[in-house]
């Protein structure tokens, strides 16, 4: 018999997300989640169905970021909520609203198999997690989970008994209001002009500057401010590897700043004598651990600086504002504009330089993953989409100069891998119209390979390309370096087209890069999903593997 003869505490829970607007879910069933999933898919909810718990909430993570937006997955209790523990650090580092609708184990039960004290699971991890125990409180209490995740952009998990999910429904019929229109408006800030004349005495005073621009400069728009910046101080503009792209058609961008910096970059930045970081938070990774500026001064501009970040120092001088407004306000300040260490010639340089030109004997039949991207940055149409995932790869995938900032998205807070695929499907969902281009490593790949099925039945645009040296190429490089066995590392070169086709998807191996164009627009005339797995050499190391673990002398090239 079908329950809905009476109204239930998961129908007004169900509303309860409806009237937040959730319009996208990405799920994965089970008793304490799928009869509320049910009523939510009723109410006109696009439910994306996932096959692992983890995905569903990579996926609304990517959801989250692309859209601007809350993202929501929804998981059962006990084991459903225990795949959540990779995704959630990732999240909460990389400041994402996301609100999951978990199930909790039945109250009544003096024993449930799949009961577990999910509220300290779940904290750890940094995010937040709201116990739903008192049915007429959940309209507000989840109207709260979403403030909450809005405000702090932090996952916010909700655990209901399913016991008191399938109660009948005793409270008030109307909802509160959805958060959204509870916020305040979050108005730029602007600069203290006492603070803009310091700032501005420090850039005036700075002979080589480089405008390093994060993702909260990208989120602000401050884009053409900052490149306005580096144009009055003859600077040079680089970004983070999340903001990677927007300066893109700018002549004196040098690239990323961080682990993936290419050989111009490194010896602009090594060059520095003052790098004005704008909207990003100075992560670790983002200043080399320290090494890539290490004359420079800094200059943090940021609605929240920071002296301190990720166990380094980083920045003595600071401007706290919005970031375009902050911009703006410098480089009215400044003097007068300057030629700074710009000119035709250094211009050139970046435009002709290639990102890596160490020289590496590969083996015949298999390719340099660097002759990879550099192919496919020119085939691949520049309106795709782009997510990068993770691994020994990601150096080469990162080297893309020419693609715009809005179609790229990498979230690598956590440093897992296997993320790829979710995250492509977040995207996709994000932006249903648009073709989506996901990156990823072999061993990324087949630790939640189970998603092509997702993909081929959801009918998502995804085309995977994997870079397939056959390894942990991040393993395989450290392991050599010291002198240690491979085993472990070293699987051999999966047959991902083979793979692909079991799901249902096209598949193609390149062991060569001839007709690579012809191929990108015979696929863009289809559109869809496919696997293309590209054969590279795992003899190729990128410049991060090279500092950081020199190889023995009979493994050096070059
Ligand atoms: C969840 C998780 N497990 C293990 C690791 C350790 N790890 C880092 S990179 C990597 C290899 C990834 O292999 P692949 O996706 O093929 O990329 P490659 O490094 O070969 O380019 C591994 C196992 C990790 N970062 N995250
Ligand atoms: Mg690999």
Redesign the pocket.
């Known amino acids: 018999m079908k329950n809905d003869a009476i109204r239930r505490v998961q129908d007004i829970l169900a509303r309860s997300f409806w009237q937040e607007e959730v319009r996208t879910c990405f799920a994965l069933l089970g008793d304490a989640n799928m009869n509320w999933a049910a009523r939510l898919a009723e109410a006109g909810c696009r439910m994306v169905y996932v096959r692992h718990e983890h995905c569903a909430l990579a996926a609304a993570m990517a959801y989250a970021r692309k859209t601007r937006d809350v993202g929501v997955a929804t998981v059962t209790c006990g084991p459903g909520v225990t795949q959540l523990i ?1 995704a959630l650090p990732a999240a909460v580092r990389a400041h994402l609203p996301v609100v999951v609708f978990a199930g909790e184990a039945p109250l009544k039960s003096g024993w449930y198999n799949q009961e577990i004290d999910q509220a300290p699971l779940i904290t750890a991890t940094g995010a937040a997690y709201h116990r739903l125990h008192m049915p007429e409180r959940m309209p507000v209490a989840v109207r709260d989970a979403f403030l909450q995740a809005r405000r702090e952009r932090r996952p916010v998990v909700v655990g209901v008994p399913f016991d008191l999910q399938a109660r009948p429904w005793e409270g008030p019929e109307t909802l509160p209001a959805p958060s959204h229109k509870l916020l305040p408006r979050p108005s730029p800030i602007p600069p203290h002009p006492d603070d803009v004349a310091t700032a501005a005495r420090l850039v005036a005073g700075a002979e080589r500057v480089v405008v390093l621009a994060g993702l909260g400069a990208a989120e602000a728009g401050a884009g053409p401010a900052c490149r306005a910046l580096a144009a009055k101080t003859g600077g040079l503009l680089s970004t983070t590897l999340p903001a990677r792209g927007l300066f893109h058609d700018d002549p004196f961008c040098i690239g990323i700043s961080g682990s993936f910096t290419p050989e111009v970059g490194l010896e602009y930045l090594a060059q520095a004598d003052l790098v004005i970081a704008v909207g990003c938070s100075l992560a670790y990774h983002a200043g080399g651990g320290g090494q890539l500026w290490r004359k420079a001064k800094m200059l943090h501009v940021d609605i929240d600086p920071v002296a301190v970040s990720q166990g380094q120092e980083v920045a003595r001088n600071h401007l706290r504002a919005d970031a375009r407004l902050g911009v703006e306000a410098l480089t009215a300040a400044l003097p007068a504009r300057k030629q700074g260490w710009r000119s035709e010639a250094l211009a050139k340089r970046i435009r002709d330089s290639k990102p890596d030109s160490q020289v590496f004997e590969i083996e015949p039949g298999l390719l340099d993953p660097r002759d990879v991207v550099e192919a496919l940055e020119k085939a691949l149409p520049q309106d795709w989409e782009m997510v990068n995932s ?4 990601s150096w080469f995938f990162a080297q893309m100069p020419s693609r715009r900032q809005e179609n790229f998205l990498t979230i690598r807070e956590f ?4 993320n790829g695929t979710s995250f492509a499907m977040g995207v996709a969902a994000a932006r249903p119209d648009s073709q989506v281009v996901l990156f ?6 087949l ?1 939640h390979v189970q998603e092509l099925e997702t993909i081929k039945r959801h009918g998502l645009n995804i085309l995977i390309i994997v ?1 397939n ?1 056959g ?5 395989v490089h450290k392991l050599r370096s010291e002198g240690m066995p491979e085993e472990g590392s070293v699987f051999g070169y999966c047959d991902f087209a083979a793979v692909a086709r079991g799901f249902g998807l096209a598949g193609q191996t390149f062991k060569s890069l001839d007709g690579l164009s012809q191929r990108v627009a015979e696929f863009a005339a289809r559109g869809g999903a496919a696997v293309w797995d590209f054969h590279v050499s795992d003899k190729v190391l990128s410049p991060t593997i090279r500092r950081a673990h020199p190889q023995p002398a009979k493994e050096k090239s070059g």
């Open positions: 990779t993770s691994g020994h790869c440093g897992a891998i296997g990823d490593g072999d061993g990324s790949l630790m870079m040296d390894a942990y190429g991040s393993e």
